[in-house]
């Protein structure tokens, strides 16, 4: 982080969600998964609502989607948040509705569409990685 820069919130960590939260490190996004059905389970849980089956781990993803949704934030909930900022709902490419909430960044509000091609970077928080999104330069589709 930049000095000078805003904290962001933490989350809170459980021993399931952990691997989400640190595979930022390594420059991949982790996404729980069943072993049994192949299903992507976010965010994660006991068991998968596509099988029941509850042998799941966490498998990297790549990290490419598309806007599903977003809306952009005006009001200042802490006072050192800059405004506006995005917060959208990222659908990832290796299944449809596995759908990730995350902050659009290094976009402007009125770049910002639904459908828009986005990818993963990490934002360091101690020894938690972010997952953020942000537009994809170049070739459109994830």
Known sequence: MVPGERERPRPQIT???????TAGARGELHIQRCRACGFYIPPPAP???GCLGRDL???????RGRVF?????????????PLPYIV???????????RVATNLVDCSPEQVHID???????????DL?????RPV???ADP
Do not use: Y
């Open 137 to 139: 330069k170049g070739k």
């Open 88 to 98: 959208a709902l990222v659908e990832l490419a290796e299944q449809p509705g596995l």
């Open 129 to 133: 990685h972010i997952p953020l999104f």
């Open 116 to 126: 828009m091609p986005v990818e993963v970077l990490f934002e360091e928080a101690g």
């Open 15 to 21: 021993p399931d969600s952990r691997p989400f939260w």
């Open 47 to 49: 068991l998968c609502p």
């Open 57 to 63: 781990s966490g498998a990297a993803v790549s990290g």
């Open 69 to 81: 949704s977003f809306t952009i934030n005006h009001h200042r909930w802490r006072p050192d948040l």
